[in-house]
């Protein structure tokens, strides 16, 4: 595993590189052009493509999926973002790591597809961002970071809560012990799913690129309850709820504790809500243990909206805070 300085370090490099050439570039008075991107996945990808068109010097060069039932309105709404000219689309992405003239890929593709298309970027000479998790297993993202220095590539991964400026500050706060020393993290994460239900095998629709929507993943044969959403709920391909949605406030948290891997692991859970064919559990919770008595805890329930959503909290033996998932904290004593 490469050690978390390492992999800092290198990210840094990499970033102050790309910051290197734009400043050589206007520095010798180069016309400046946007940003090329082309996303991949219109489902989390259209929103992330309306994102990137709200910038002035980026371009929405290509939309891909690999349903063609989802281009017609992600090129009408970035249309009407952009008040521009339509992007490309393509169901193949790697028309996208073909052009030339696009400078980065936007993975929002399903979880097994987060690895193998980051790399393939970074050997393409493309940047990437990459939706959480950044990979579907470990070893994958040891492959990415390895990808990102072989090739000199900008490889980030969509932890976005990072960016808020109300969670900067909570994390400072943290950092410049106004609550004094943190040894516990509580997160969780509360929604209300319905059933998958029991899918059936069938015949792909015709729209649909099944063999690339698998991609690098063993093949199954379809089922008309996996896609779009519910491959999350699958071992093959997703990572349930903790690699949904537990992803972000488990970073908080480690980030507020400045901690770095964990030294043990426990969890337990299961399927207890629904007799689907959903494999990941409904109800779980994991305890994680760090260096220097931290710990942090994470639960999630599918089947119960109680104070939904995200949250964290931290404990520290001056008092408390507790982090919202928009950024906005609240700081208690130790009464």
Sequence with gaps: MLPRRDFVMAGTALSAAVAAQSSAAQSTGAARRPVRVGVMGLSRGQSLALDFA?????EVAYVCDVDERRMDSSVKQLQERTGGKAPKTTRDFREILADKDVDALVCAAP??????????????????????????????????VQAAQKFGRCVQVGTQRRSSPGTQAAI??????????VHLARCYYNNLRPSIGTGAEAEPPAELDYDLW????????FRDNVLHYNWHWFWHWGGGE?????????????????????????????RYWYDDDQETP??????????????????????????????????????????????????????
Aim: hydrophobic share 35%.
């Design 242 to 270: 903790l690699a949904n949605n537990g992803v972000h406030t488990l970073d908080l948290c480690r980030w507020g504790l400045a901690a770095d891997y964990p030294t043990r692991v426990v969890s337990s859970g299961g």
């Design 172 to 181: 400072k706060l943290l950092h410049d012990g106004a609550i004094g020393n």
């Design 214 to 221: 698998q991609g690098p993943a063993p093949r199954r044969k």
């Design 54 to 58: 709200k910038l002035p010097q980026v």
């Design 282 to 335: 409904d109800v779980h919770s994991i305890c994680l243990e760090f260096e220097g008595d931290k710990q942090i805890t994470w639960d999630a329930l599918s089947c119960n909206k109680h104070r939904p959503g995200y949250f964290c909290a931290f404990f520290g033996d001056e008092g408390s805070l507790e982090l919202e998932a928009n950024g906005g904290f609240r700081l208690y004593n130790r009464n």
């Design 111 to 144: 979880n097994h597809w987060h690895g193998p298309a980051t790399i393939m970027a970074c050997k393409a000479g493309k940047h990437a961002y990459v939706e959480k998790p950044c990979s579907h297993n470990p070893l994958e993202g040891e492959w990415m």
